[in-house]
T-cell receptor, first 116, second 115 residues
Framework: QQQVKQSPQSLIVQKGGISIINCAYENTAFDYFPWYQQFPGKGPALLIAIRPDVSEKKEGRFTISFNKSAKQFSLHIMDSQPGDSATYFCAASPGRYGGATNKLIFGTGTLLAVQP | NAGVTQTPKFRVLKTGQSMTLLCAQDMNHEYMYWYRQDPGMGLRLIHYSVGEGTTAKGEVPDGYNVSRLKKQNFLLGLESAAPSQTSVYFC??????????????FGPGTRLLVL
């Protein structure tokens, strides 16, 4: 009910390739879906976020695709660079339906390595 | 702006010892959170606060207590540390509200090893 399932656990991509990370959720009350990026030894930082009223959001090389009926969303990194090597977490929040707590449920993370 | 800071950066405890982790934010954020990060398990919410003087339980609250006496500070306490509490602890804050106000800003983390 509250879980967010993320795959793959790890991903190796060649420089210039496309990295794709997938997440699935069960709770239809989730209203806000952010992706966080974490470099080794650092805290996570917001990368991009989407609400279920749109099917896609793009910011630079990063795109979220959202499929409300399938309860799935994914992160696409175009033209992947070695500097993109990091751990990526998807998350979900009840947002406006969550009693104004902004609590996030995180996926288990994907370790991305972009080879030069 | 320092953002979100955490003290200490690293600590080793023996089983049964107690300690307090300090989180401070200088962004005047209303909401603050404590997470633990373990390999293969992502980040799990321990406790959170939606304003000065308020606290609430998250997903994994057992063995931890928190206090938010000042808006800028959020303390996480371990009364009797156990090896299962070996983890990396992250504090986060957010402005509160919807839209950009939902963004959580994370601190650099505290590595805790309980022997």
């Amino acid at each position: 009910q509250q879980q967010v399932k993320q795959s793959p656990q790890s991903l190796i991509v060649q420089k210039g390739g496309i990295s794709i990370i997938n997440c699935a959720y069960e709770n239809t009350a989730f209203d806000y879906f952010p992706w966080y990026q974490q470099f080794p030894g650092k805290g996570p930082a917001l990368l991009i976020a989407i609400r279920p009223d749109v099917s896609e959001k793009k910011e630079g090389r990063f795109t979220i695709s959202f499929n409300k009926s399938a309860k799935q969303f994914s992160l696409h990194i175009m033209d992947s660079q070695p500097g993109d090597s990091a751990t990526y977490f998807c998350a979900a929040s009840p947002g406006r339906y969550g009693g104004a707590t902004n609590k996030l449920i995180f996926g288990t993370g994907t370790l991305l390595a972009v080879q030069p | 702006n320092a953002g979100v800071t955490q003290t200490p950066k690293f600590r080793v405890l023996k089983t049964g010892q107690s300690m307090t982790l300090l989180c401070a934010q200088d962004m005047n954020h209303e909401y603050m959170y404590w997470y633990r990060q373990d390999p293969g398990m992502g980040l799990r919410l321990i406790h959170y606060s939606v304003g000065e003087g308020t606290t609430a339980k998250g997903e994994v609250p057992d063995g931890y207590n928190v206090s938010r006496l000042k808006k800028q500070n959020f303390l996480l306490g371990l009364e009797s540390a156990a090896p299962s509490q070996t983890s990396v602890y992250f504090c986060a804050s957010s402005p509160g509200g919807l839209g950009p106000q939902e963004t959580q800003y994370f601190g650099p983390g505290t590595r805790l090893l309980v022997l």
